[in-house]
């Protein structure tokens, strides 16, 4: 079994489960906060491929604005795949304006390393992307883009922190750093779902994206994300043209509720 993009891809996936489009409700800011962990075990057409992990850092300071990292990390099972994988993404995300600032990805497959960092304008319709490949010299590029626009990651964060309703839908303008797309989200109904952390009553989430080549979906993508304020993604079904990957939490830890402070304090400046 080839890892390639799969384990690219876990980082953003488990994270699917800036601002949001103008339709989509304001935040309730109480869904997350820094010291938050939860982590995943990650099947690949129904074995155990490996493990992921999203966590919310300590506030730092990224490109002069405050932001929590949003870590995810991924890490294939020796036992299965043909050679190694390790990746890590971080998404810089403003809790005060409800932005995310950028993100930088680092890979290593097949112990060739790759890196990527996307520097969003302070509006979100700009990017600044800086790729590089092992011992290359970095390629740069400018992108005109959606206000608004924010990663994979950093759309399911501003989910999160939505009021869920059934019936409703919920939309997000996305950059992977080559691609732009609108990430849409319709909560379809309630369900009690079993996984290694237990029974959770969730939302059932129908979520529509747009990659291409092996991450072209066959069908839209389904979260199960908790009831309760957390909103946590507890189980994320896809299936690409590389084959079908499920993501189950297996344990869940959460962070400080300061959101709504953080917005407070931004609000003066």
Same mark, same amino acid.
């Given at each position: 079994m080839r890892g390639l993009s799969r384990w690219r891809f876990t980082a953003a996936v488990v994270g699917l489960m800036g601002s949001t489009l103008a339709h989509a409700q304001e935040p309730t800011g109480s869904a997350f906060g820094p010291g938050e962990q939860a982590q995943y075990r990650v099947k690949y057409l129904g074995l155990t491929a490996g493990t992921a992990t999203v966590t919310v850092g300590a506030p730092m300071t990224q490109w002069g604005q405050s932001v929590w990292p949003i870590v995810s990390t991924a890490k294939s099972d020796d036992l299965v795949g043909v050679y190694p994988i390790k990746s890590r993404f971080v998404t810089y995300w403003n809790a005060g304006s409800q932005r995310v600032t950028g993100s930088d990805l680092h890979s290593e497959e097949n112990r060739k390393r790759r890196r990527q960092r996307i520097q969003l304008t302070a509006d979100g319709a700009g990017a600044k992307v800086i790729k590089q490949k092992?011992? $290359?010299?970095?390629?740069? &590029?400018?992108? #005109? %883009?959606?206000? =608004?626009?924010? $990663? +994979? /990651? =950093?759309?399911t964060f501003? %989910?999160?922190g939505q009021e869920l309703v059934v019936g409703?839908? @919920? /939309? @997000?303008? +996305?950059? #992977? =750093? &080559?691609?732009?797309? #609108? %990430? &849409? /989200? #319709? +909560?379809?109904g309630r369900e009690t779902v079993s996984t290694p952390a237990g029974a959770k009553d969730t939302f059932r989430v129908r979520v529509r994206? $747009?990659?291409?080549? !092996? %991450?072209?979906? !066959?069908?839209d993508m389904v979260a199960y994300l908790t009831t309760d304020s957390h909103h946590v993604p507890v189980r994320i079904e896809a299936d690409f043209a590389l084959g079908t990957v499920v993501a189950e939490l297996t344990d869940y830890k959460p962070g400080r509720v300061v959101a709504a402070v953080a917005r407070a304090d931004n609000s003066g400046d």
């Open positions: 092992e011992s $290359d010299p970095p390629r740069e &590029s400018e992108h #005109t %883009l959606p206000e =608004g626009t924010m $990663d +994979v /990651a =950093g759309a501003a %989910l999160r409703r839908s @919920y /939309a @997000y303008p +996305v950059f #992977t =750093g &080559s691609k732009q797309f #609108t %990430l &849409s /989200a #319709t +909560v379809e994206t $747009d990659f291409g080549g !092996k %991450l072209e979906s !066959k069908r």
